[in-house]
């Protein structure tokens, strides 16, 4: 889980534990994300999935879409339940890569 979550672009800040931060209660408590759908599938519901969700930008990885992925796979990473995480993206395509073609990871503006 941790070499899925160091797949995502070195972003600092976003990357760091958040151990207790209201994100992570807010999906604690079963809420939705924006740009990911998260569910946990099997018989022991023990597999972790993240669906990519931003059809319309082809999920294109927006600072949005990249933080509620690092919440995700945190929450997962801290689930004592689950076992394994899947990582799936749309039906066209997996991501768009990187949003528009500046650097949100550098100006964090998108
Ligand atoms: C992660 C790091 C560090 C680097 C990178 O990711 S480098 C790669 C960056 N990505 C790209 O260069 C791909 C850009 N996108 C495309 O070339 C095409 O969209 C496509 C080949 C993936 C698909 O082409 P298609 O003709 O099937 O669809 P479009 O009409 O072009 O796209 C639909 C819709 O999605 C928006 N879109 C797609 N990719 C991005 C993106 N990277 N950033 C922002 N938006 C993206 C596209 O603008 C269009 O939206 P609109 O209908 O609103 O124009």
Redesign the pocket.
Known sequence: MAALRSLL?CVPGLLRPRHGCAALRTFAAGAKFEYIITEKKGKAHNVGLIQLNRP???N??CKGLITELSQALQAFEEDRAVGAIVLTGGEK?FA?????SGSWAVRGAV
């Open positions: 672009p319309k930008a082809l294109a990885l395509v768009g890569g990187q949003h528009g």
